[in-house]
Nanobody, 125 residues
Framework: QVQLVESGGGLVQAGDSLKLSCTAS????????MGWYRQAPGKERELVAS???????YYVDSVKGRFTISRDTAKNTLYLQLNNLNPEDTAAYYC???????????????????WGQGTQVTVSS
C-alpha cells in the first residue's frame, strides 16, 4: 500500500501563488503515476494535473500555463505549483497515486489507487 499526505493549502487572494506538496510512503516503488485532483462544493472531482514515472505530464485546460506539476523521487514527494490563482480554483485538492500490480525489480506490488486526505485551497477575489 501507499500512504499520501498533502500539505500547502491555504487562503490566498486572486493572483497569488501556492505550492502544494504530497509525500508518499509505503510501497512507493509500485507507483506508476501520480496526480492532483480537486473538488469544489457541489461539483465532481476533476483531474487537474498528472505525471508518470517517465515524467510525462498532463494538465486540464483551465490550469495550463498557471499550474506546474513536478516530483522529487529522492524525497518521494509530488508538488503542484499554483500561480495566478483565481476564485474558480477554490477547492479541496487531493493527491493520487496509481500502483501497478506487476512485480517491480522483484518486489511484489498490489495494484490500485491511493488517495491523500486533501488540502483546502481558497482564493478570494
Amino acid at each position: 500500500q501507499v500512504q499520501l499526505v498533502e500539505s500547502g493549502g491555504g487562503l490566498v487572494q486572486a493572483g497569488d501563488s501556492l505550492k502544494l506538496s504530497c509525500t508518499a510512503s509505503g510501497d512507493t516503488i509500485c507507483i506508476t503515476a501520480m496526480g492532483w485532483y480537486r473538488q469544489a462544493p457541489g461539483k465532481e472531482r476533476e483531474l487537474v494535473a498528472s505525471i508518470t514515472r517517465h515524467n510525462r505530464t498532463y494538465y486540464v485546460d483551465s490550469v495550463k500555463g498557471r499550474f506546474t506539476i513536478s516530483r522529487d523521487t529522492a524525497k518521494n514527494t509530488l508538488y503542484l505549483q499554483l500561480n495566478n490563482l483565481n476564485p474558480e480554483d477554490t477547492a479541496a485538492y487531493y493527491c493520487n497515486a496509481d500502483r501497478t500490480g506487476a512485480p517491480v525489480s522483484g518486489y511484489l506490488c498490489t495494484g490500485g489507487v491511493s488517495w491523500g486526505q486533501g488540502t483546502q485551497v481558497t482564493v478570494s477575489s
